[in-house]
């Protein structure tokens, strides 16, 4: 077995050995020997650039190099005609697809997004009031009305979740001071008070009575966990102003919730409101509770102005 020898050594002077056209150029006449330069950038730019230019046109021009033949040989070659580049057929096959019965498809125009008008919140309770809609409330009491025409309290329900939905706006004077006393009822339209009024009047005594006792503990329930009760603000005016006996019935429930939150002035404000409207529709009920629930917390300064007012009221 013939052994071949090692293309490069380890011979210290390999650098003055080069290949026959590179020799040729730097080629002492004298001696014959190779002189070794120090090539610069621009040499070292310059041969990067002649080697690239040399690998394209063999790339352009395979006939000319080594392998010519060979490929020619094979049929590789076998058109004169220059080969499309593959970016130019996918264009073309793009077109093609395109292209229908000799036109070009015309795009599709993108439909612009029609924006839609945002309703804005309401920024207080007068303006939420205003904006109920009526249409949408008479739907709802019909329907649980006939779906469930034995089960007063799903009515309730039903509105209840849909004003404390619809009133979710934050208050900032709970006795509703300078206001009408038949505030917040009063500053809705006739027509959604006349829906609440009715559909209460159809409600079973019983049921009625038991829902308010339920209500006004739910309500101060609600109010701990920071919740807006305007549902309940305007459900429990509306079943007084139907019945206010139900405020008498419940003056030892309206005192307890008042011990149990005259620390907490929101929402003894808000018990304390409810217990006063009875006063607006009779006033032996308005004296009782006058007398039962709000004298004992005159001495608080919180509560006092309000006292005073409802006092003067049925003097």
């Known amino acids: 077995m013939i052994r071949r020898p090692p293309r490069s050594t380890l011979f210290p002077y390999t650098t003055l050995f080069r290949s026959r056209r590179l020799a040729s150029a730097d080629m002492d006449d004298s001696d014959g020997w190779e002189v070794v330069r120090k090539k610069s950038k621009q040499n070292a730019a310059n041969n990067k650039k002649n080697e690239a230019l040399l690998y394209l ?28 580049s593959t970016v130019a057929n ?71 979740e849909y004003l404390n939905d619809n009133l979710n706006v934050d208050i900032s004077d709970c006795l509703f001071l300078g206001k009408d006393p038949n505030y917040p009822m009063s500053a809705m339209t006739k027509e959604t008070r006349k829906i609440i009024v009715g559909m209460i009047e159809n409600c079973d005594k019983s049921v009625l009575s038991d829902y308010f006792e339920k209500a006004i503990v739910d309500m ?25 006996l139900l405020v008498v019935d419940n003056l030892g429930k309206f005192g307890n919730l008042r011990n149990t939150y ?45 006292v005073v007012e409802i006092g003067r009221a049925h003097v």
């Open 262 to 306: 005259q620390n907490r002035q929101p929402i003894c404000e808000t018990v304390l409101w409810v217990a006063s409207i009875g006063g607006t529709r009779k006033f032996d009920v308005g004296l009782r509770v006058w007398s039962t629930v709000l004298l004992p917390v005159v001495g608080m300064t919180a509560y006092a102005k309000f």
């Open 90 to 160: 996918r264009t073309d096959e793009d077109t093609g697809k395109k292209e229908k019965n000799g036109c070009l498809a015309q795009k599709k125009p993108q439909k612009k997004q029609q924006s839609v008008a945002k309703t804005k919140p309401p920024k207080n309770l007068d303006d939420a009031l205003k904006k109920l809609n009526t249409e949408e409330l008479r739907g709802i009491v019909d329907i649980v009305q006939k779906r469930f025409s034995c089960s007063s309290n799903i009515w309730l329900n039903e509105v209840f």
């Open 57 to 84: 046109e063999k790339v352009a021009h395979p006939a000319n190099n080594f392998g010519g033949a060979l490929s020619n040989e094979f049929g590789i070659l076998n058109s004169s005609k220059p080969r499309k």
């Open 220 to 244: 101060t329930v609600q109010m701990t966990k920071g919740l807006e009760v305007n549902g309940y603000r305007i459900l429990l005016q509306a079943m007084i102003h139907h019945n206010p």
